[in-house]
């Protein structure tokens, strides 16, 4: 009985001295993993972009544009580089519409761009895009020929509007708006692309537009009677219409081109139409519907 004490006391003591050695290990283990952790990242501050992946939805803008458009921003800090410097340096770009960027360690930045979609011509100098913001770009880059629309500033979206909605008109007789003008007072002119202008005023615009094709064929019957007298070739004949006034409550007036006058190329075509703004051809009559 007297021998257990003591090997009780020698337990104890060896079991503190095991805990102790143990902590100690941990305490050493966390302290290093600690150094080696700071010693990490401490390198990996210093490491520099490497990589730039550039996506999207880009037929105008290229990749050596964006890559240009960052020349000025430091790339040589991963945790320092600024994405919402990248993305003010990206957005000034012309054909720019919309730009996402985010940084991906260890060391990547990933942008994606997406451009303008351009649906007009806007007073020469400017382009529409499909939410009716007008934006100035290079439209040498365009694939397609646009519309042109001319009117006063603040008016871009209404005359998007109206394109879209007398555009889907005309499609039912083969016919598209090649030109849109709104005056200052706002007055809507159209020109299509056979080069037949209509006059619609600034009233009942789709309610003209219907009556010029409720007549429409019937003025075309007539040039095909004519140009059976004159032997004309029937490709002039859509031609021969100079501008159909619609400014009327029942009726419409139709000036005439004479066949001498008929442009003979899209070129030629352009050249009669800016002179004949200014000089048009006498001849009218009037035709009720």
């Given at each position: ?52 992946v550039i996506s999207g ?5 290229k990749r050596t544009d ?224």
């Amino acid at each position: 009985m007297k021998n257990k004490q003591p090997i009780s006391v020698n337990q104890q003591a060896l079991s503190f001295g095991l805990g102790l050695a143990f902590f100690l290990c941990v305490l050493i283990s966390l302290i290093s993993l600690a150094w080696w952790l700071t010693n990490e990242l401490m390198d990996q501050e210093n490491l520099p972009v490497n990589s730039v992946v550039i996506s999207g939805e880009m037929p105008y803008t290229k990749r050596t544009d964006i890559l240009t458009a960052m020349n000025n921003i430091n790339l040589g800090n991963f945790f320092q580089v600024d994405v919402n410097e990248i993305q003010s340096q990206i957005s000034v770009l012309p054909w720019v519409y919309s730009v996402a960027v985010r940084k991906q360690w260890p060391n990547e930045v990933k942008i994606y761009v997406v451009d303008q979609t351009p649906v007009a011509l806007w007073n020469g100098d400017f382009l529409l895009n499909q939410f009716g913001k007008a934006f100035q770009a290079d439209n040498r880059k365009l694939t397609q020929a646009l519309p042109q629309f001319f009117g006063p500033e603040g008016s871009e979206l209404l005359a998007l509007e109206n394109f879209t909605n007398l555009n889907d008109l005309l499609e039912y007789r083969n016919l598209a708006i090649d030109e849109l003008v709104l005056s200052e007072r706002f007055s809507w002119q159209l020109t299509l692309d056979d080069g037949v202008m209509l006059n619609l005023g600034r009233e009942e615009r789709v309610k003209r537009v219907q009556r010029f094709m409720d007549v429409y064929p019937f003025i075309k019957t007539h040039l095909e009677d004519q140009s059976k007298q004159q032997n004309n070739h029937k490709k002039q004949l859509k031609q021969a219409v100079d501008y159909i006034d619609l400014r009327y409550d029942t009726g419409l007036a139709v000036g005439w081109k004479s066949a001498a006058n008929l442009p003979l190329s899209k070129k030629l075509q352009t050249q009669q139409k800016t002179s004949d703004i200014f000089m048009r051809l006498t001849k009218e009559f009037t035709l009720n519907v």
